[in-house]
């Protein structure tokens, strides 16, 4: 065994493990919130970390995913295959991105706006192929920010997305949009709330109730805390077993 080599990958491990903790930890702490904030009416809520159950209707042209179903907010990953010298290949990571639009979720009690930014949705992963020309023609602008191999052969649109006009489900921070309510006395009137986001807990929306969603959330936090420990044991296992030969050759 090389002297460099365990060193070598306790580094590329060691950058892999910090990955998956940091993730499994933010989406557990999406988890966690989700799971202690109650579910409100639209007309109880206060300021601070709210959720919501009710109907979305787009304040702007909806998006259209590859599918070409109207959505509100999609995450779209784009694979690219590739030929070169004759030989098929792939880039999975030739974009990462999450768009979305303005929209308002109405419950019955009253009506609360939801801020497209820092908006992430929580819903199943699907999985469109469609010919590097179609989609450039239909998506001009994702096509452009994307990673571009020469010799396009197929692009690969995995997309998670919220469809416009469903009954969802939001959570986020409750703050004050600066509109008033007015109720039966003029002493009455209440500041109009608005849902948002932030870089370090973004707004989740789902077509799922609540308790769908936690199970969502989990699935990834258990992945991401299983590879983190595999990482772990393989680095003790490497070091045990340098340490085994440094000792059979007397250099402990």
Known sequence: MSATFPVVITFVL???????????????RAHRRVRHVQTRKVSELA???AEVFGRIRALAEPLMTAGGVPAVVIRTELE????????????????DGVAAVPIELDDGS???????EFLVPVAER??????????????PELFA?????????????????????IDAFAAGEAVASGEAIAGDDYRDARSKLRLRGSEEQPLL???WHEADVRKHLLHPAWLLSATAALGTAILGALWGVRAYIMHLAGLS
């Open 14 to 28: 060691a950058q892999m493990l910090l990955v998956c903790v940091f993730a499994a930890r933010s989406v557990l």
């Open 47 to 49: 300021p601070g970390p």
């Open 80 to 95: 690219t295959v590739y030929s070169s010298g004759g030989k098929r290949y792939r880039d999975p990571f030739a974009y």
């Open 110 to 116: 009253g009506t609360l706006s939801v801020e497209a």
């Open 126 to 139: 699907l999985t469109t192929t469609v010919a590097p020309d179609d989609y450039a023609a239909r998506f």
């Open 145 to 165: 920010k994307m990673v571009k191999q020469p010799e396009l052969v197929e692009v690969r649109v995995h997309e998670t997305f919220v469809p416009a006009d």
């Open 205 to 207: 929306l789902s077509g």
